[in-house]
C-alpha cells in the first residue's frame, strides 16, 4: 500500500465555516507534510510533523491548524478563511524527515473559499 | 537569486525525440534531488530522485547530476503525449533541512 488518502477531494466553504481537511497513511511512513498549492506555482510547505513534533512555516496564519491524532493521520482545521485561501491542499508523507526519502503525495483536496 | 530555478517554459518536442528538462540550485551542500511530474490539476508524482554526481536511468527517464556546476536534468526519451505535463524539481536543502521547489517546467510533446 503506497497510498496517501485525503478526504475531501472537493471542499466549498464560506467564510465563517469551520471545516477540516483529513490525511491518512498505511505506509508506516515517519513524517507528514501539508502543502498548499496555487495554480501554476510550486507547492508550498505549511506543516511538517514527525517524531510528534510540529513543525511550522511561520507565514501560515493562524486560521490553519494541524492536528495528529496518531502517526498515520494529519487533519488541517480551517476556521474564518479568506477566497485567497483557495488552492489545491497537498498532504504528503515520507519514511523519514530525511533527504534521502523521497515524499509521497495525496490526490490533494480543491478548496474554494466563497 | 531564488534557490531552485527551472525554466518556466513551455517546452515543445516533437513526439518519439528526447525532452530536456533542466533545473539550477543555489545551496552548494544540497544532498538530494528529486524530479516530479504533475499533470494540472492533479497532485505531484515521483519521477526520478538523484543522490550521487552521474546518470541515474530509469525506463525512459534519464536524471543527472552534477554537484559542481550545481544543476540536475531529467531527459525524457522517445517522448509520447501523455508525458506532456509540468515538472518540478525538488532540492533538499542542508542549511534549512527543507525541500525547496522549483517553479516547474511546463513540457508539451507535440504528436
Known amino acids: 500500500d503506497t497510498e496517501v488518502t485525503q478526504t475531501p477531494k472537493h471542499l466549498v466553504m464560506g467564510m465563517t465555516n469551520k471545516k477540516s481537511l483529513k490525511c491518512e497513511q498505511h505506509?508506516?511512513?515517519?513524517?507528514m507534510y501539508w502543502y498548499k498549492q496555487k495554480a501554476k506555482k510550486p507547492p508550498e510547505l505549511m506543516f511538517v510533523?514527525?517524531?510528534?513534533?510540529?513543525?511550522i512555516n511561520e507565514s501560515v496564519p493562524s486560521r490553519f491548524s494541524p492536528e495528529c491524532p496518531n502517526s498515520s493521520l494529519l487533519n488541517l482545521h480551517l476556521h474564518a478563511l479568506q477566497p485567497e485561501d483557495s488552492a489545491l491542499y497537498l498532504c504528503?508523507?515520507?519514511?523519514?524527515?530525511?533527504?534521502?526519502?523521497?515524499?509521497?503525495f495525496g490526490q490533494g483536496t480543491r478548496l474554494t473559499v466563497v | 537569486q531564488k534557490e531552485v530555478e527551472q525554466n518556466s517554459g513551455p517546452l515543445s518536442v516533437p513526439e518519439g525525440a528526447i525532452a530536456s528538462l533542466n533545473c539550477t540550485y543555489s545551496?552548494?551542500?544540497?544532498?538530494?534531488f528529486f524530479w516530479y511530474r504533475q499533470y494540472s490539476g492533479k497532485s505531484p508524482e515521483l519521477i526520478m530522485f538523484?543522490?550521487s554526481n552521474g546518470d541515474k536511468e530509469d525506463g525512459r527517464f534519464t536524471a543527472q547530476l552534477n554537484k559542481a556546476s550545481q544543476y540536475v536534468s531529467l531527459l525524457i526519451r522517445d517522448s509520447q503525449p501523455s508525458d506532456s505535463a509540468t515538472y518540478l524539481c525538488?532540492?533538499?536543502?542542508?542549511?534549512?533541512?527543507?525541500?525547496?521547489w522549483g517553479a516547474g517546467t511546463k513540457l508539451i510533446i507535440k504528436p
Open positions: 504528503a508523507s515520507s519514511q523519514e524527515r530525511h533527504p534521502n526519502t523521497e515524499a509521497f
Open positions: 505506509m508506516g511512513h515517519r513524517a
Open positions: 510533523y514527525s517524531y510528534e513534533k510540529l513543525s
Open positions: 545551496d552548494r551542500g544540497s544532498q538530494s
Open positions: 538523484i543522490y
Open positions: 525538488a532540492v533538499f536543502m542542508d542549511s534549512n533541512y527543507q525541500l525547496i
